[in-house]
């Protein structure tokens, strides 16, 4: 499987920024689906944002559309996150995960068993 790093996540006041990074290794990075999922306290995972492997079609949840832009790196190997405009509830830990069957970038989780997931970067946003 993929290895899965995510890094940029911190504490940030409402209305400000922060560009999420998670770098990839171990299979060829550019045919997987990569996407963005968080987990706030108390509450279940929930899509964020995905981009396919080429980059040619994004999705987006609805609670960050216009406000979140997810990107592929020139090397390949890196998937950002640029969180804009922030809120308190954007409050999560945030997952990266590479998807080989397709399905994030349709707003799914991918087929169980099937993603890769890193471990989170946690994004405090205060009031």
């Known amino acids: 499987q993929v290895q899965l790093v995510e890094s940029g996540g911190g504490l940030v006041q409402a209305g400000g920024s922060l560009r999420l990074s998670c770098a990839a290794s171990g299979r060829a990075f550019s045919r997987y689906d990569m996407g963005w999922f968080r987990q706030a306290p108390g509450k279940e995972r929930e899509f964020v944002a995905a981009?396919?492997?080429?980059?040619?079609?994004?999705a987006y949840a609805n609670s960050v559309k216009g406000r979140f832009t997810i990107s592929r790196g020139n090397a390949k190997n890196t998937v950002y996150l640029q969180m804009n405009s922030l809120k308190p509830e954007d409050t999560a830990v945030y997952y990266c995960v590479a998807d080989p069957t397709g399905r994030v970038v349709a707003g799914f989780e991918p087929t169980r068993g099937m993603g890769s997931w890193g471990k989170g970067t946690l994004v405090t946003v205060s009031s």
């Open positions: 981009i396919s492997w080429s980059g040619g079609s994004t």
